[in-house]
């Protein structure tokens, strides 16, 4: 009886043993707009992998990623989007508002976690919520017109001289839509606030002449991959700021650093670690419908005192309390 056990136990595992060697790490896929190396990808993708890492992930062994970079041509990202779905991940993670609606536009079924993108985007394709999405998307919130707002009052206060302001934003942006409406709904600004639209590199110069003729104290660069992130198109706008005088805000500290008066907003980078902690979430078996859309908690002000001094502009001691980083 006992060679008999023996026997048949060698049987059963012989049939058992190959389908537990055969399972797969469960696969991730990976929808970015921007290019593999450039300088998007070091703020969101880096950081998401590295928090995955973090979290005990390890490719090739408990995880797998399929990656696609649309290489700043957000014209391939619905392309990408379906080609990653094909594969059937257990997850989706994007970033930017094109590359989350792209996303959401590609699956019904498959979770999608954005980290991160525009508030009034994700708060569209969870069906009208933040709490407790009713679709497949959920994420992080990047900008909103709150976080714009408040960047716009700090502007004023350290130049309070400044009565109109040019609000340059991407028009094929679906969250800067409504704005500049939207930030005078939400903040109390004493200041008139005038719409620039360009797209990016090949248009951003009618968009800072038009700035020029409807006579703009300061201009708000509000966080876009193509006017925001794009080092040459935020070079091309402080030339044009300093030559005419002229502060420049954003919520991308980027800018500050570059020559801009100052900047306040999220740490996009911290905002793509909580992605991936989402991502672990879901492939641990939590429901997208229990994982609420977080807006950021947290905010990074830089100044820039050289570009104060150099505009005649004295910085107000609270701000100064309050930055994160101070550029002499």
């Known amino acids: 009886m006992r060679r008999r056990e023996v026997v048949f136990g060698l049987a059963i595992s012989s049939l058992i043993g190959p389908t537990h060697a055969q399972e797969r790490a469960p696969l991730v896929g990976v929808l970015s707009p921007a290019s593999q190396h450039g300088a998007e990808s070091s703020l969101v993708n880096q ?6 890492t973090d979290l005990g992930y390890s490719p090739g062994r408990n995880i797998e990623l399929a990656e696609r970079f649309a290489d700043g041509d957000e014209r391939r990202l619905p392309t ?20 989350a609606v792209a996303a959401a ?26 709490a407790q999405p009713r679709t497949n ?14 960047c716009l009052s700090v502007l ?18 679906p969250g800067q839509r409504e704005y500049p409406a939207a930030l005078t709904r ?7 606030l005038v719409r620039l639209e360009a797209g990016g590199l090949a248009d951003i110069d009618i968009a800072l002449a038009q700035a020029l003729s409807e006579n703009v104290d300061a201009l708000f660069v509000a966080d876009d991959p193509r006017i925001a992130v794009d080092p040459p198109v935020r070079q091309r706008v402080l030339r044009f700021a300093m030559a005419n005088r002229k502060p420049v805000t954003s919520s991308h500290q980027n800018y500050a650093r570059d020559g801009a008066l100052f900047a306040m907003g999220p740490s996009v980078p911290a905002l793509a670690a909580r992605g991936a902690a989402y991502v672990d979430k879901i492939l641990k078996g939590a429901r997208v419908e ?22 005649g502009l004295a910085i107000p001691v609270a701000v100064l309390a309050s930055a994160d980083e101070v550029i002499e």
């Open 156 to 173: 004023i206060e350290i130049a309070p001289a400044v009565r109109r302001i040019g609000i340059l934003v991407n028009p094929r942006n």
């Open 290 to 311: 229990d994982l609420p859309i977080e807006r950021p908690s947290t905010f990074i002000t830089v100044v820039n005192l050289m570009t104060a001094r150099a505009l």
């Open 186 to 192: 939400v903040g109390r600004l004493d200041a008139t």
């Open 137 to 150: 998307v959920t994420g992080v919130v990047l900008t909103s017109p709150e976080i714009d707002a408040k």
């Open 47 to 52: 950081p998401f992998k590295r928090a995955l």
């Open 105 to 130: 536009a590609a699956t019904r079924t498959i979770p999608v976690v954005v980290g991160p993108a525009g508030e009034f985007v994700l708060y569209e394709l969870a069906g009208g919520t933040l």
């Open 80 to 99: 990408l989007a379906a080609e990653l779905v094909s594969l059937e991940p257990r997850v989706l993670f994007t970033n930017t508002n094109a590359g």
